[in-house]
């Protein structure tokens, strides 16, 4: 016999997009939500949680504290609760590390009834005008169901056949290991992740590699454009008039914002650098490097024990072969339906193969129109940079809570910008709105 669960919200996957949700969705009264995951616990990217590595964002950007500061999920609630307030103030100012984060992550899953671990999900179903995740010998019914089953890490097609412990993604660092002391490594990729791979391989002297390659398919290592007008990027408004813009233009502002979401820290380029510099003038020149721009790895092979990989040099349109013992692909993540969505696939996918996200996350599809299925970090085509990003994680959770009860639970269209994404003058501190009636299109 299989037991069947009904609840008004479901969600696939408790990392920190669904995390916010089910603490935003505590505090509702007459809201019943069950979120499932398939680990025995919370964890937030293990495979790269070396040590210091810092969030890119303001800890303010929580869980909630966006559209609810005066929640007991807050982070500064939880420097509170463990006693540790003022002493992070001064410590962090406004950033932390990101293992502080995990843990305050871990602090708000050990407090929410709402989750179950240890539960994944085999399918997702249509029945009966209801959708249906089933784990085990258990249906959990729903008529709103929200994947946050977070994006996979993108390794080369032709890496894949070669992964193992010499030949990984970023992601599995530290599960993996790679045994790199005094040897020839290769680690591409220009962003965030590949510049905290190096930084972690040029750790402590005793355990350093023989020589190390960094490549960048980009013109230089580039700092992360942390600026002010950049940044409004990252707030509501400008969600809601890049997901007006035709998809073509959409897909144009993405090439040219990546910086403002993949570039590298000041603070971790400088710590590179100094390190270097160490090692060529101060420590004898222990280590042997290249730092590469300008080439995208096209291909990767194994002769014996050593690895070679096929390099295009874009800047010279030529081809260099690289050959290394260990080989790192910091190549970023992708987004793609769950296999338990397998089921519904059809309905939702168009054409071209993609999902179609409304304004408010929800997905369009052939199925009943009061059964409702809402994404996380899987909306960047249409919703903008900041998705994947924190920095909206509490406010695009409030959206979803709103749609799915049909009310205003949390406030989520006060905030403006100071960049008119739209003509017209509204007054101070007014709601965005749209186009100005008098505009004519030229």
């Not at 408790?14 to 995951?37: C, I, W």
């Not at 807050?74 to 100012?93: C, D, K, P, Q, T």
């Not at 690289?322 to 692909?329: K, N």
Request: glycine content about 8%; some cysteine; aromatic content about 8%.
């Amino acid at each position: 016999m299989e037991d069947v669960e009904q609840y008004d919200l479901v969600g696939i996957g408790t990392g920190p997009a669904n995390l916010s949700l089910a603490a935003l969705a505590e505090p509702v009264p007459n809201l019943s939500a069950r979120f499932l995951d398939g680990r025995p616990e919370f964890r937030w990217h293990p495979g790269m949680m070396v040590p210091d590595a810092e969030l890119q964002v303001s800890y303010l950007k929580d869980l909630v504290t966006t559209v609810d500061p005066t929640s007991r999920f807050s982070f500064l609630n939880y420097l509170a609760e463990n006693g540790r307030l003022f002493r992070s103030l001064i410590a962090n100012r406004d950033r932390c590390t990101r293992q502080e984060f995990e843990q305050y992550y871990r602090w708000v899953a050990r407090q929410l009834p709402s989750l179950r671990w240890n539960r994944p999900v085999d399918e997702v179903r249509l029945r009966r005008d209801r959708l249906e995740a089933v784990s085990g010998r258990t249906r959990y019914s729903t008529g709103s169901l929200v994947l946050g089953t977070g994006r996979t890490p993108a390794l080369p097609g032709f890496a894949e056949p070669l992964q193992g412990p010499t030949v990984l993604h970023s992601a599995d660092l530290l599960h993996v290991a790679p045994a790199v002391r005094g040897k020839d490594v290769l680690v591409v990729g220009g962003g965030q992740s590949g510049a905290e791979v190096v930084h972690h391989f040029l750790g402590p002297d005793t355990a350093l590699p023989g020589r190390l390659t960094w490549i960048s398919s980009r013109a230089g290592f580039q700092p992360l454009d942390d600026s002010p007008f950049t940044n409004e990027w990252f707030a509501p408004d400008y969600v809601d008039h890049f997901h007006r813009l035709p998809a073509e233009r959409r897909a144009e502002l993405l090439r040219h914002q990546r910086l403002a979401s993949d570039g590298i820290t000041e603070s971790l380029l400088d710590a590179i650098y100094r390190r270097l510099y160490r090692l060529d003038f101060l420590a004898g020149a222990p280590v042997q490097h290249r730092l590469l721009t300008g080439r995208r790895v096209v291909g990767l092979e194994r002769d014996g024990d050593r690895l070679v990989a096929a390099v295009h040099d874009r800047d010279l349109d030529r081809e260099e072969v690289h050959t290394a013992d260990v080989v790192v692909f910091c190549t970023g993540y992708r987004s793609a339906l769950p296999a338990c969505m397998e089921p519904l696939a059809g309905r939702l996918l168009d054409a071209r193969g993609d999902l179609q996200v409304n304004r408010d996350y929800s997905l369009e599809w052939d199925g009943p129109a009061d059964v409702r299925l809402y994404v996380q970090n899987m909306s960047e085509p249409t919703h903008g940079v900041a998705d994947p990003n924190l920095s909206l994680a509490a406010w695009r959770s409030a959206q979803i809570l709103n749609a799915v009860t049909g009310r205003k639970v949390y406030r989520v269209d006060h905030e403006t910008s100071t960049t008119a994404w739209a003509c017209g003058f509204p007054p101070p501190g007014a709601a965005p709105s749209e186009p100005s009636p008098t505009v004519r299109s030229i």
